[in-house]
């Protein structure tokens, strides 16, 4: 899959916890590199880099912005509006395991 970055500071909510799902990993702007998402702070950057703003890229950054501002979010329904957002935009790469 190539590189990948990694977004966790740990003052921003993280929709990662034991036995929760991978991160979202989405295409950036650079070939070959991918970014491997699992918080707020990085789902809100990653969101303003995207060209296509369709319905659920405006979900997923009314959520992250909510959030943001320090409302109660619940993290596992902004990880699903970001991931639903990265595949309106063609931004998601599908997780890949083991399988």
């Excluded at 970014?35 to 990653?46: D, W």
């Excluded at 303003?48 to 703003?53: C, D, E, V």
């Excluded at 912005?65 to 993290?75: F, I, M, N, R, T």
């Amino acid at each position: 899959m190539g590189p990948h970055r990694s977004s966790s500071p740990s003052r921003f909510p993280s929709w990662q916890s034991s036995g929760s799902p991978p991160p979202v990993f989405v295409k950036t702007e650079l070939v070959g590199v991918s970014y491997a998402c699992n918080n707020v702070r990085g789902a809100s950057e990653q969101l303003l880099k995207w060209n296509k703003r369709g319905p659920k890229w405006h979900r997923a950054s009314a959520l992250c912005l909510s959030a943001l501002e320090g409302e109660e979010v619940d993290p596992k329904e902004i990880r699903e509006a970001f991931e639903a957002a990265a595949k309106e935009a063609k931004k998601l790469i599908p997780h890949q395991s083991g399988r």
